[in-house]
């Protein structure tokens, strides 16, 4: 009990206080090509999922599915920047989420991307908000990109697969899997 409650994180989201609690951590002790959650609960709200991450080769992207759904039920808008210059995009009937858009991954600099799911067990077409934030030490590839997307299915999700557009995740990448509960 004492060792769950130290990793419990306690957030006010609009005047509400959230309960985060991990649910499940994966550091990769060899390199590896698809990072998987499975058999997710749906006793939470929401989930956080909090990805530190180098690669095997530079500017890869980061591609996100659910329930091991590969049709085109995905669309995002993106905003980045990176530094000089800032830009937009959007798609839609996309056959997963693209996490990053300028963070591209680095063999050599950790990059952090968040993903934010909520109502992720719920009926509806389920939002996720994701973050990249990426910095090459003052080198090319670097940046920063929020992306609003939308799965257009009303299955709960019980799965969450990581995937690099191309190449393996390198040893040491971590990704945290948390659940956020309303207190």
């Given at each position: 009990?004492?060792?769950?409650?130290?990793?419990?994180?306690?957030?006010?989201?609009?005047?509400?206080?959230?309960?985060?609690?991990?649910?499940?951590?994966?550091?990769?002790?060899?390199?590896?090509?698809?990072?998987?959650?499975?058999?997710?609960?749906?006793?939470?709200?929401?989930?956080?999922?909090?990805?530190?991450?180098?690669?095997?080769?530079?500017t890869q992207d980061?591609?996100?599915?659910?329930?091991?759904?590969?049709?085109?039920?995905?669309?995002?808008?993106?905003?980045?920047?990176?530094?000089?210059?800032?830009?937009?995009?959007?798609?839609?009937?996309?056959?997963?989420?693209?996490?990053?858009?300028?963070?591209?991954?680095?063999?050599?600099?950790?990059?952090?991307?968040?993903?934010?799911?909520?109502?992720?067990?719920?009926?509806?077409?389920?939002?996720?908000?994701?973050?990249?934030?990426?910095?090459?030490?003052g080198g090319a590839?670097?940046?920063?990109?929020?992306?609003?997307?939308?799965?257009?299915?009303?299955?709960?999700?019980?799965?969450?697969?990581?995937?690099?557009?191309?190449?393996?995740?390198?040893?040491?990448?971590?990704?945290?899997?948390?659940?956020?509960?309303?207190?």
């Amino acid at each position: 009990f004492s060792s769950r409650r130290r990793h419990t994180r306690y957030i006010s989201v609009t005047g509400v206080q959230t309960c985060a609690l991990p649910i499940s951590t994966t550091t990769l002790g060899s390199a590896t090509a698809t990072i998987t959650f499975s058999s997710i609960s749906s006793a939470y709200t929401d989930l956080r999922i909090v990805m530190v991450c180098t690669s095997a080769s530079n500017t890869q992207d980061v591609y996100l599915r659910f329930n091991s759904d590969t049709g085109t039920n995905y669309s995002q808008t993106a905003l980045s920047g990176d530094g000089a210059t800032a830009s937009s995009s959007r798609y839609t009937s996309g056959s997963r989420i693209i996490v990053n858009k300028l963070a591209y991954t680095s063999s050599t600099y950790p990059h952090l991307y968040t993903m934010d799911i909520f109502s992720y067990a719920g009926s509806t077409y389920k939002t996720v908000l994701t973050t990249a934030l990426g910095d090459n030490n003052g080198g090319a590839n670097a940046g920063t990109d929020a992306t609003v997307c939308l799965w257009r299915s009303t299955s709960a999700i019980n799965s969450v697969e990581f995937k690099l557009s191309a190449g393996n995740y390198n040893t040491g990448t971590t990704v945290t899997l948390w659940g956020i509960k309303a207190a």
